[in-house]
């Protein structure tokens, strides 16, 4: 029996495989050990995944997940060990685990675009190139959180039709107070902004939010993808945001000389398919 697990900020998909590859999925909230800290982490473990596993004997744990920087990794692997009761723990980022899933043991370009964002060049075994996301205040250009981030600062600076933030304040139930207290004074607001991607798909044809969305994907690329001078690989890309706004990528990959390869919402069916294959 082994666990795969691909982590983000809001959600953690969990993978159980059994004898002859039958796959029980499991959900917890998102881990991440920049974060949170090592007792939230042990109790998301304890009250959320354990529950759900019973008295399943699990001999190894393969993790991906946001955060899990090389000096995190081997907390996250005590963490899990001591949880699960396994031997074999390996915890990993999330952009190899992006990268494996998208790319298998070909070279490509992996990208991730959820909450956050990321991206590599991966060399079939590898990354080999990576450049720092640096997060939603930074960095992250073609996140959920920045989607979010230029909608609020377009809707408040009247960059977009005045009848849309009518539309937004009456559908999210909240005014400029609400949001100014969700993002400056509450915790976690990436994910308060992410959650606005919703609202921005649905919206995609009032005048200039497709061009915000484009906008944004260009700037990721433009200021992510570009330094790795490898337009000649097809861009691949995992998330909710790259898997709902696959026609905006598309456009923007375009407009910067990239042509626009697989998309997937949860790279956790292709991990479960590239740890299999590796145990035969």
Request: charged residues 20%.
């Amino acid at each position: 029996m082994f666990l795969i697990a691909d982590s983000g900020s809001t959600k953690t998909d969990w993978a159980l495989v059994g004898p002859g590859g039958a796959v029980t999925s499991l959900k917890t909230q998102g881990i991440n050990p920049v974060h949170q800290s090592e007792q939230a982490i042990s109790a998301i473990l304890r009250d959320e995944l354990l529950p759900q596993l019973g008295h399943v004997a699990v001999d190894r744990v393969f993790f991906y997940g946001s955060g899990v920087r090389p000096d995190r990794e081997p907390l996250m692997s005590s963490l899990l060990r001591a949880a699960t009761g396994a031997e074999d723990v390996m915890a990993k980022g999330d952009l190899l685990g992006a990268a494996r899933a998208l790319c298998g043991r070909s070279e490509g370009l992996a990208c991730i675009l959820g909450t956050g964002a990321n991206s590599c060049l991966f060399d079939g075994e590898k990354i080999v190139a990576n450049t720092p996301p640096l997060g939603y205040i930074l960095g992250d250009e073609g996140s959920g959180a920045v989607l979010g981030r230029e909608l609020l600062g377009a809707l408040y600076k009247g960059l977009l039709p005045q009848e849309l933030l009518s539309v937004f304040e009456f559908e999210m139930a909240m005014t400029l107070t609400d949001v100014i207290e969700r993002v400056y004074r509450q915790p976690m607001p990436n994910r308060f902004l992410a959650s606005l991607s919703p609202f921005i798909h649905s919206h995609l044809q009032v005048e200039g939010v497709q061009r915000m969305v484009v906008g944004c994907f260009r700037s990721f690329l433009r200021r992510n993808v570009v330094p790795y001078q490898r337009p000649d690989l097809p861009l691949k890309a995992v998330g909710s945001v790259a898997h709902y706004y696959r026609e905006q990528l598309a456009q923007a990959a375009k407009e910067e000389g990239y042509t626009l390869g697989m998309t997937m919402r949860s790279p956790l069916k292709a991990l479960v398919a590239y740890h299999a294959s590796a145990a035969v």
